[in-house]
């Protein structure tokens, strides 16, 4: 499940190409030119929320915490998004494809550390709400995404990409140490 959405995520990132819609900001200046394909690697974060939150009565009454097989998945979701954005990049197809693949490493750390938070049916909440936040407050005034913006942030932004990977490995942390609490 999680590799056809994101094969199908990708897909699209390279349909929409550099479509892009204006953000308000709510800090006034320029609005953000949001570009759609940074967006897309929501819906893989969904699916982690989704996936985490259905759990059968065999993970629940089981011996072994399967917390270990749900990072090990995570990563190898995140790994997969950020390899193929990568190489719509480089292979000239699309020219925010790393940005898109970071994205997605970022989203998926949000929703692990939104079950850790807030359980896995409303954890999909935090990764939407840190993209509405930071296109709506990270714009500045020539209309770019301000350092600390990192979903809105281009393919070029160093600073994003660590603030992404921080992020994954902060939720992996988090769904190894709460993982085990599926009821939540």
């Not at 749900?70 to 990563?75: L, T």
Request: hydrophobic share 55%; net charge positive; proline share 4%.
């Amino acid at each position: 499940m999680h590799f056809s959405v994101v094969v199908g995520t990708l897909v699209a990132v390279l349909l929409v190409g550099d479509a892009a819609f204006p953000v308000p900001s709510l800090l006034g200046g320029s609005s953000l030119r949001l570009p759609v394909m940074l967006l897309l690697p929501l819906a893989p974060s969904s699916v982690v929320s989704y996936c985490l939150s259905r759990r059968d009565g065999l993970e629940l009454t089981g011996t072994q915490p399967t917390r270990w097989l749900d990072c090990a998945v995570m990563v190898m979701t995140a790994a997969i998004g950020m390899l193929a954005g990568t190489l719509l990049q480089v292979t000239g197809l699309n020219d925010q494809g790393f940005a898109a693949g970071r994205n997605m490493a970022g989203y998926i750390g949000l929703s692990l550390v939104g079950v850790a938070i807030v359980g896995a049916q409303a954890s999909s909440l935090f990764p939407v709400t840190v993209a509405v936040v930071t296109s709506s407050l990270g714009a500045q005034v020539n209309g770019q995404a301000r350092s600390w913006a990192w979903p809105a942030a281009g393919a070029e932004s160093l600073l994003a990409l660590v603030v992404a990977l921080a992020t994954l490995v902060l939720g992996l942390l988090c769904g190894l140490v709460w993982g085990g609490r599926a009821g939540r």
